[in-house]
């Protein structure tokens, strides 16, 4: 069994260019019910526990422009800023360097653009990593799904399926040998290296309002969001 008390950290990617969103900038810089994706995102890990140190990997050409965002919104949450690379692996891999002072604890590895995060779910994914070395929020498909192969299609069992999100929260030393692999096409998030590596991947329930903010309907979905929190009032 190993402790629930270890040491919490967050690495935020925020390295991409967001081409499918077609922004005229990246789109962890768009605004949100008047803010930067990002800093909805920053705010929500301060919130769950504002002792955590914070890593925001950012594209090198964009941290002056963060930089200046900070200053227009007052955001005053520490936080590390390291320089992203050319795929997210690299750019997590950039963020966990700036960890390697730390021994042990756990991780949680988040996109920038996911600015729904909860404390709920950040809650069990430290929690479920810090017992069992992985933690990797998931949905179940609420839509049917087909295989297409060849130029035909054919139904398959959806729930043997889960979307997967992020936080995804690993034990720290784990984390970085599995990220000391030679990068591989098939890595598409962090249980991917992780699962190389040969570890098991833990899965915990995930949020549908959790969504990553890819093409431009979710800005849409994201405001309706954040306009109905905004009127419901908070209970703590
Ligand atoms: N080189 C990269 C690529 C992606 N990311 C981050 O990984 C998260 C998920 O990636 P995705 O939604 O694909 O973002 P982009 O790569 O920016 O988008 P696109 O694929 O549409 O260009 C985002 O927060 C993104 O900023 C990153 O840190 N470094
Ligand atoms: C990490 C991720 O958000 C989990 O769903 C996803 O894999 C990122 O994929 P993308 O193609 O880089 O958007």
Redesign the pocket.
């Known amino acids: 069994m190993l402790s629930p008390d270890l040491k919490k950290y967050a690495i935020i990617?925020?390295?991409?260019?967001?081409?499918?969103?077609q922004a005229a900038r990246?789109?962890?810089f768009l605004l949100i019910a008047g803010e930067p994706v990002l800093l909805h995102t920053l705010r929500r890990f301060h919130a769950f526990s504002p002792e955590m140190p914070l890593v925001v990997?950012l594209p090198e050409t964009e941290i002056a422009a963060w930089q200046d965002l900070c200053r227009q919104h007052q955001c005053t949450i520490p936080h590390r800023v390291v320089t992203?690379?050319?795929?997210?692996f690299?750019?997590v891999k950039n963020g966990l360097a700036a960890l390697e002072a730390e021994e042990d604890g756990v991780v949680a590895v988040h996109?920038?653009?996911r600015p729904f995060i909860d404390n709920v779910l950040l809650t069990a994914a430290y929690s479920t990593a810090a017992q069992r070395g992985t933690a990797v929020v998931a949905v179940s498909l609420k839509e049917s799904i087909r295989r297409v192969r060849g130029g035909s299609s054919k139904a398959v069992d959806r729930s043997a399926y889960r979307l997967v999100q992020t936080p995804q929260c690993f034990r720290l030393p784990l984390l970085r040998r599995a990220y000391a692999q030679p990068e591989s096409s098939l890595f598409t998030d962090d249980a991917s290296v992780v699962e190389r590596f040969g570890h098991k991947i833990e899965l915990v329930e995930g949020s549908y309002r959790n969504i990553?903010l890819?093409t431009p309907e979710d800005l849409v979905l994201a405001e309706a969001f954040l306009l109905q929190e905004s009127s419901v009032p908070k209970t703590s």
């Open positions: 990617v925020a390295g991409g260019s967001g081409s499918r969103m990246p789109k962890q990997v992203g690379g050319s795929s997210r690299q750019s996109d920038g653009v990553k890819t």
